[in-house]
């Protein structure tokens, strides 16, 4: 049942990336098509609702890196600072930040739970929301979440001593799903530019600086799902993933050309640069965090 759990963990990334060229458009022609082949994907076999990451994953292309905020848990950002502040949870801040280096990597593991319990939230307010077209799913999306759980059950009492291994295969398919989706999605964006909303960018200058690849390989092309190339996807969305290493060089070029950063690193030694970015950011707001929170030590 470990192995067992292990291999869900990992179907739950791989469903996920598969949902998520659905989810793009670069399947099929006929966009309904992909739309509820993405959600049979990522809804029954990830435990995600479509509509939820269709709201936050448009907001994060059309405005890449404006729409990060993992406050109070990480701070990204030298401006987080205000916002720390303005959040005034002066104990859980000064018992987070000045060590988000250091549990980031244990984070990454309810990563996908996290995600999960955002979708839940999502559909409590999806019959009022905003996009008439996107409030037509909520019977879809109840069903299929539904078979999700359903199909999770039964594999928790496939196990031995299911009242026991069952809760324990949950939680190490959590562990492993969450740990093997945020180690690439982290990688990607959050370690590069952060913009406010106010910045004017163009296009290529706001998907370039807020993006990074993760060098390629065959394997790595394997368990990323092709957004290692993720300035690529970010260029160009809707191409499926097998094209983005055609188009790797001449996107090289064109950044070249322009005099931006092309930014390409291994994934072990770029997780190694996320993780000494945090420590820096932490590092620079925090003796001004502690200014600012003085008064909580004086009570």
């Not at 324990?168 to 959050?190: K, P, R, S, T």
């Amino acid at each position: 049942w470990l192995l067992s759990a292990t291999i869900v963990g990992l179907f739950y990334q791989q469903v996920g990336w598969l949902a998520h060229e659905f989810g793009h458009h670069q399947v099929f022609q006929r966009r309904w098509m992909n739309t509820w082949a993405a959600m049979f994907l990522v809804n029954i076999g990830a435990g995600y609702s479509l509509t939820w990451w269709k709201d936050r994953h448009n907001k994060h292309h059309g405005a890449s890196n404006t729409d990060i905020d993992n406050l109070p848990v990480f701070a990204w950002d030298e401006r987080d600072l205000d916002r720390l502040v303005a959040l005034n949870q002066p104990k859980v801040s000064l018992r987070t930040i000045p060590y988000q280096a250091w549990y980031f990597l244990p984070f990454l593991t309810t990563l996908h739970a996290i995600w999960a319990l955002q979708s839940i939230r999502f559909l409590r307010i999806l019959p009022s929301y905003k996009n008439r077209h996107i409030r037509h799913y909520l019977k879809a999306e109840l069903i299929t979440l539904t078979l999700h759980y359903a199909w999770l059950i039964y594999l928790m009492f496939k196990t031995p001593m299911p009242l026991i291994t069952g809760p324990l295969f949950f939680i190490l398919a959590e562990m492993v799903g969450g740990f093997c989706l945020g180690i690439i999605v982290f990688f990607n964006h959050y370690p590069q530019q952060h913009f406010s909303t106010d910045q004017q960018l163009t296009f290529l200058e706001m998907q370039v600086l807020s993006t990074r690849n993760i060098a390629p390989g065959v394997f790595m092309d394997w368990f990323t799902g092709g957004i290692s190339y993720q300035i690529e996807h970010h260029l160009f969305p809707t191409m499926g993933r097998n094209y983005l290493p055609l188009v790797r060089d001449r996107v090289r070029a064109l950044c070249k050309k322009h005099g931006l950063p092309y930014a390409e690193e291994p994934l072990i030694s770029g997780t190694h640069r996320t993780i000494s970015y945090l420590d820096g950011v932490a590092k620079a707001i925090i003796p001004s965090l502690q200014e600012r929170f003085a008064h909580v030590k004086s009570h």
